[in-house]
């Protein structure tokens, strides 16, 4: 598709040889600051990666620290935990029950009406005909029509379409869609394009709340219109009208784009004869994409639509109806004459499905609605206005329950509430930090008012050994008899003392000693 291009932009040029050097170009300070600024940056990340890596995260409480705390206070807080994890593993399943609950739960669908209509302007018998005497039959007058597409939910008890939002009624208008369009060849004039573009008109009612119902744009990802006639042949020169709905992240707490919430679509053009156009509807099957089955797989699971899930457990049912499991764990399928047509292969294991499905997974093909637009008087000079073209279709509803988790993930609250919970377990990890250290400095004081004296001996000949093995004097335990095996005296690569963890560990000794 040819999107609308500014011809009239200048051209960008590159550097000439005579060109005068540029005034603006960054100075030799100019760059060492710049590079100052992002080694700085750098540093500054660094640190922060740093600090998240030190950030503490254990909340267990140290082994022993219930025989030297007064009360129960121990106990309390590992209740507590037990009724968190608890509480975690429930949270987590409901969370798994929703989601498989959103995925695998059966889809609603209503019933959206379509009215395709068109008007007439500045057409020869509207202008009351031309002079016959006159050598020149030639007009000024731009013979136009205008082609109006409008599409609304049914209510499902009265079978009327929805009525309109309150801001649009206040508004007066409906939206209007800005079309992208198509020429087929070269050969259109730049104004054609212009003139055109400014005949596909978008009007927006003044609103900012979030919309109360789901409206015609967004039942489908695009909006293609087809005329029946060759580019040259049109007066335009455009063939195709395109409309692809905008990429953006529904909320509860703002309205979707402007292109991609409305309810009608109008476009003008030039001509003065009856025209066939199609217009094409390619559906938007969220969350589940649909496809459309191939042939084979189609006659296998006897649908012709289907989303991937739906097809995975209709291939399980039809092996478990057949008894095609190979071994006890099911996890192997023999295949039967209509599997092996299908998938070319006498066994496959079941893990390999998903994958072996997707060449049988087609997109789903565009919706065809024909219409002709009339422009001869017959059709438009009646007293009655003319009766539209009317089409229902089958479109996916939203479900009431995604609708709900969507407005408990964006509301503050929910979010006020989850920072409040972090906030809580980082200052609950850094209390139990300290108390482990504090836990380590009872033990450490504890051991020495018990034996003072051998406290300060192990202690001392705990020092000598490492200062004696960072030194190279000695052997780690020789003096306790622990270590002193021919392993620990023995160097080299293949050695004990050449293992990554000695190495990491004398590196730690001497970077504690500067």
């Given at each position: 598709?040819?999107?609308?291009?500014?011809?009239?932009?200048?051209?960008r040029?590159g550097?000439?040889?005579?060109?005068?050097s540029?005034p603006?170009?960054?100075?030799?300070?100019?760059i060492l600051?710049?590079?100052?600024a992002?080694?700085q940056?750098?540093v500054?990340?660094?640190e922060?990666?740093?600090?998240?890596?030190?950030?503490?995260?254990?909340k267990h409480?140290?082994?022993?620290l219930?025989?030297?705390?007064i009360g129960?206070?121990v106990q309390q807080?590992k209740?507590?935990r037990?009724?968190?994890?608890?509480l975690?593993a429930v949270?987590?399943?409901?969370r798994?029950?929703?989601q498989d609950?959103?995925?695998?739960g059966?889809?609603q669908?209503?019933t959206?009406?379509i009215?395709i209509?068109?008007?007439?302007e500045?057409q020869?018998?509207?202008?009351?005909?031309m002079?016959p005497?006159?050598?020149d039959?030639?007009s000024n007058?731009?013979a136009?029509f205008?082609v109006?597409?409008?599409g609304?939910l049914l209510?499902?008890?009265t079978g009327?379409p929805?009525?309109?939002?309150e801001?649009?009624?206040?508004a007066?208008?409906?939206?209007q869609?800005?079309?992208?369009?198509k020429?087929?060849?070269a050969g259109?004039?730049?104004?054609?394009?212009e003139r055109?573009?400014?005949?596909?008109k978008l009007?927006?009612?003044?609103?900012?709340?979030p919309p109360l119902?789901?409206k015609?744009?967004q039942f489908?990802k695009?909006?293609t219109?087809d005329?029946?006639?060759p580019?040259?042949v049109?007066?335009?020169?455009y063939?195709?009208?395109r409309?692809?709905r905008?990429?953006?992240?529904?909320?509860?707490?703002?309205?979707?784009p402007?292109e991609a919430d409305?309810?009608?679509?109008?476009?003008?053009?030039?001509a003065d004869e009856?025209?066939?156009?199609?217009v094409?509807?390619?559906?938007?099957?969220?969350?589940a994409?649909?496809?459309k089955?191939?042939q084979?797989?189609?006659?296998?699971?006897d649908?012709?639509e289907a989303d991937r899930p739906?097809?995975?457990m209709?291939?399980?049912?039809?092996?478990k109806?057949?008894?095609?499991?190979?071994d006890?764990?099911?996890?192997?399928?023999?295949?039967?004459?209509k599997?092996?047509?299908?998938f070319?292969t006498?066994?496959?294991?079941f893990h390999q499905l998903?994958?072996l499905i997707?060449?049988?997974l087609?997109d789903?093909?565009?919706?065809?609605?024909p219409?002709?637009?009339?422009t001869d008087?017959?059709?438009?000079?009646?007293?009655t206005?003319p009766?539209?073209?009317?089409?229902d279709?089958?479109v996916?509803?939203?479900s009431?329950l995604?609708?709900?988790m969507?407005a408990?993930?964006?509301?503050?609250?929910?979010?006020?509430t989850?920072?409040?919970?972090s906030r809580i377990?980082?200052?609950l990890?850094l209390?139990?930090q300290?108390?482990?250290?504090?836990k380590a400095k009872?033990g450490f004081?504890?051991?020495?008012?018990?034996d003072?004296?051998?406290f300060v001996r192990?202690?001392?000949?705990?020092?000598?050994r490492?200062?004696?093995?960072?030194l190279?004097?000695g052997?780690?335990g020789?003096?306790?008899g622990?270590w002193g095996?021919e392993?620990?005296?023995?160097?080299?690569k293949?050695?004990?003392?050449g293992s990554e963890?000695?190495?990491?560990?004398v590196?730690?000794?001497?970077?504690?000693?500067?």
């Open positions: 598709m040819q999107q609308h291009r500014n011809f009239g932009a200048p051209a040029r550097p000439s040889q005579l060109m005068p540029n603006q170009a960054p100075t030799q300070a100019q600051q710049q590079q100052q992002e080694h940056a750098q500054r990340r660094q922060e990666a740093k600090n998240r890596s030190r950030k503490p995260v254990n409480l140290p082994e022993g219930e025989q030297i705390v129960d206070g807080y209740s507590m037990d009724v968190e994890r608890r975690d949270m987590m399943r409901r798994l029950d929703i609950s959103l995925q695998r059966p889809k669908y209503g959206m009406r009215w209509s068109n008007t007439v500045n020869p018998w509207q202008a009351g005909g002079d005497h006159s050598f039959f030639s007058i731009e136009t205008k109006k597409i409008e609304r209510d499902p008890h009327e929805e009525a309109e939002d801001d649009e009624d206040d007066g208008q409906k939206p869609e800005d079309a992208k369009e020429q087929d060849g259109a004039a730049e104004d054609s394009e055109a573009a400014k005949r596909t009007s927006i009612p003044p609103t900012n709340t119902r789901k015609f744009s489908f695009s909006i219109i005329f029946d006639r580019h040259a049109q007066p335009d020169g063939t195709q009208i409309w692809t905008p990429d953006y992240v529904p909320s509860t707490q703002a309205p979707p402007l409305f309810d009608c679509l109008e476009f003008e053009r030039k009856n025209i066939n156009v199609v094409n509807l390619v559906r938007d099957e969220h969350p994409e649909k496809y089955l191939s084979p797989l189609a006659e296998l699971l649908m012709e739906t097809v995975l209709a291939l399980w049912e039809y092996i109806l057949a008894n095609l499991q190979m006890d764990e099911q996890r192997r399928v023999s295949c039967d004459t599997l092996r047509e299908i070319n006498d066994s496959l294991l998903p994958e997707r060449p049988y087609l789903l093909p565009p919706l065809h609605l219409y002709t637009i009339r008087a017959a059709f438009h000079s009646s007293s206005p009766t539209p073209t009317i089409y279709i089958r996916p509803l939203p009431p995604t609708t709900t969507r408990l993930i964006a509301s503050p609250t929910h979010t006020t989850l920072t409040t919970i377990d980082d200052r990890a209390l139990l300290a108390i482990t250290h504090e009872h004081l504890s051991s020495m008012c018990t003072p004296v051998g192990r202690w001392v000949m705990s020092q000598q490492d200062l004696e093995v960072v190279g004097k052997s780690w020789e003096a306790d622990e095996g392993e620990w005296r023995r160097g080299g293949m050695g004990v003392w963890g000695a190495w990491e560990g590196g730690s000794l001497l970077g504690k000693m500067k």
